[in-house]
Structures are given as structure tokens and as C-alpha cells.
């Protein structure tokens, strides 16, 4: 449903900075009826890939599909099958639910019994029904998310792009509104590509993908990357991590891997993971506030790809280079 192809992006310099490259040949396909997680550190190109597929940014180089509708050169019949959640809100705070709602259906041609029907079965899944005359800017941070998703539903997306929409939530809200997120996906079979830097909300989606400095480095089911670091892995926080990583290393043979005070040993199969720690301890016991064995998690698996550390960017200017060629 989402095919991009060779996608790269470059910021042009300036006389104090150097051209920048974003997003650096990706290729990326999430499926008709998936729900896919988008992640990254600061600086790894997501929110110049959001922009490009909202149509906000042109490409300096690759092709963009949507339904089979190239951004470019069809960008009217992309936006027809398209609803976008964006991380700021994309609501009028000083009008009403109703008045939201309203605005949103008449810039897709929707009315009179169409509307309302359409407008009914956004807010069925809400909080709402009884707020249609409430300014949004008295509503609570998970009710406003609530109005930005019915809005967006009414038009019946077949691709629909969400930019961390839970920012800002407080746990009970982000809970609910994911729920309802995934309920209605699966309801409606929408093409879901979500930003996010919480990893407890990609748990529970078809595919998740890592990106870093612009490249696509890793894209699979969750499952499946946790399982690139083993089934368990042991977790140091020594007092001193780089003398004790060293000796890890040389005098134990041990791969280990650094994620700012812990040491993680990540190359652990399950059943080893407690010999392995009675050895460091037998090693090493001075020199260890505290050593534990888990399960690796999303984000284990994001410090795992992400590891090797990113160069500090200043931000681009605004200028682009443009899409040459096609």
C-alpha cells in the first residue's frame, strides 16, 4: 500500500553548513492492512519522511507510491485515500467539536445526511457524544486527540499516517486512544505508518523499522527483532563502565555493548544467562552496583541497531534540494 522506493532527501548547505543528506536511498513497503511503527533517534530522518509522504516536501531523488498513486504525479489521488494525524493539533482550539467536524467535511465535500452519518460513526468509538458543543480547547489532551482521529476517519482513509500522536497523553489516554486506534484498524483493514519513540506502542503492531542517519536498519515483526539479541541478555551498572568493559572483554571473552552507565551482554542464549552472571560476579563483584538477567524488549532492540553513535546536525535550513530526474 506504501512502496518507497530509493527514497533520498538532501538539505543544502549554507556557508556555515554543509549539505545534509536525510534520508539516504530508503526503500520501504508496508503492506494493504498493516499497522507499521516508524522509529529513530533525533536526526534519523523520520520527519522528513513524514513530510514527503504528506506531500509537504518534494525528494531530492526516488519514487513514493500510495495505493499505487505516485506522490508526485498524483498527488490529488493520493490525498483522495489519505488521512493524516499530525504531532501538533490540526484542530481550531476556539471552536467546538462540532464546528471541527464540521470544517473538516466540508473541505472533502461531505453533507447533509452523508455527513452526519459519516460524522456519527467517527464519534461512535469516542468520548464526544455529549461534548459536540465544547470549545477544544477545554477539552482534556486525550479527548482532543480523540476529536483530531474522528475527523480524520470521517473521510474513510484507506492510508493513514499518524506523526506520535500520543505526545503530551497521560498514560490512560494514550491507552485508550491506541486501543481504539487498533480496534478501528482492524475494523476498517486501514494501512497504518505511525511514528512513535514509545516502544511499549509497537509491541502489538505487524512491523516495526529503525531508522538511523537516514538508513533503514532494521524492518520486521517485533517477534522477529527480539529475537536478533537472543532470548535473554545480562544487564551490568558498574562503577566504573568503561574500565569494566574492557575487562569483560579480555580477560572473560565477552562481546560486550555499552548504553551510556550499563553494560549489556546481548549474545546470551536462553538457559546461559545465569551461569554467565555467577561468572561476572565470581569475577568482578566489587565492581558492580547491581547485574539482573531479562528478556529483550523493543527498545533493547532499538540500542542494539542504533548503537554506533550518531553524529550531532545542526538544523537545516529551509532551503531544498529539489527532485531531479524521475
Not at 520501504?28 to 504528506?54: D, M, Q, W, Y
Not at 453533507?111 to 457524544?129: K, P
Not at 477544544?136 to 483530531?148: F, K, N
Request: proline share 6%; net charge neutral; aromatic share 4%.
Amino acid at each position: 500500500m506504501i512502496h518507497i522506493e530509493t527514497l533520498s532527501h538532501v538539505y543544502a548547505g549554507s556557508r556555515k553548513l554543509p549539505p545534509r543528506t536525510a534520508l539516504d536511498s530508503l526503500s520501504l513497503h508496508v503492506r494493504e492492512g498493516e499497522f507499521a511503527i516508524l522509529s529513530g533517534p533525533n536526526g534519523s530522518g523520520k520527519s522528513t519522511l513524514f513530510r514527503i509522504l504528506c506531500g509537504m516536501a518534494l525528494p531530492s531523488a526516488g519514487r513514493v507510491t500510495v495505493a499505487g498513486h505516485d506522490i508526485l504525479s498524483q498527488p490529488a489521488k493520493v490525498r483522495e485515500v489519505m488521512g493524516v494525524v499530525f504531532q501538533s493539533p490540526a484542530v481550531d482550539k476556539h471552536l467546538s467539536v462540532a464546528e471541527n467536524l464540521a470544517i473538516h467535511a466540508d473541505l472533502y465535500g461531505l453533507s447533509g445526511t452523508l455527513f452526519r452519518q459519516r460524522r456519527d460513526d467517527a464519534l461512535s468509538w469516542t468520548d464526544l457524544a455529549n461534548r459536540l458543543d465544547q470549545k477544544v480547547e477545554t477539552l482534556s489532551g486525550g479527548l482532543a486527540r480523540q476529536v483530531e482521529l474522528a475527523k480524520v476517519l470521517m473521510t474513510h482513509p484507506r492510508v493513514l499516517l499518524l506523526d506520535e500522536p500520543t505526545t503530551g497523553l497521560d498514560p490512560g489516554s494514550r491507552r485508550n486512544f491506541l486501543g481504539a486506534l487498533h480496534r478501528l484498524q482492524k475494523e476498517r483493514g486501514m494501512t497504518v505508518l505511525m511514528t512513535s519513540h514509545v516502544f511499549a506502542e509497537a509491541e502489538d503492531v505487524d512491523r516495526v523499522a529503525i531508522l538511523r542517519e537516514g538508513k533503514l536498519l532494521a524492518y520486521d515483526t517485533p517477534q522477529a527483532l527480539r529475537a536478533m539479541i537472543g532470548t535473554e541478555m545480562v544487564v551490568l551498572q558498574p562503577r566504573d563502565p568503561e574500565a569494566l568493559a574492557e575487562r569483560l572483554r579480555s580477560e572473560l571473552g565477552l562481546a560486550v555493548r555499552r548504553h551510556g552507565d550499563e553494560l549489556r551482554l546481548e549474545e546470551t542464549e536462553n538457559g546461559e544467562g545465569l551461569p554467565l552472571l555467577e561468572r561476572i560476579l565470581g569475577a568482578f563483584r566489587p565492581e558492580i552496583r547491581s547485574i539482573s538477567i531479562k528478556q529483550p524488549g523493543l527498545e533493547d532492540v532499538f540500542v542494539h541497531v542504533t548503537s554506533r553513535a550518531v553524529p550531532e546536525h545542526a538544523t537545516p535550513p529551509i532551503t531544498e534540494v529539489r527532485r531531479t530526474g524521475t
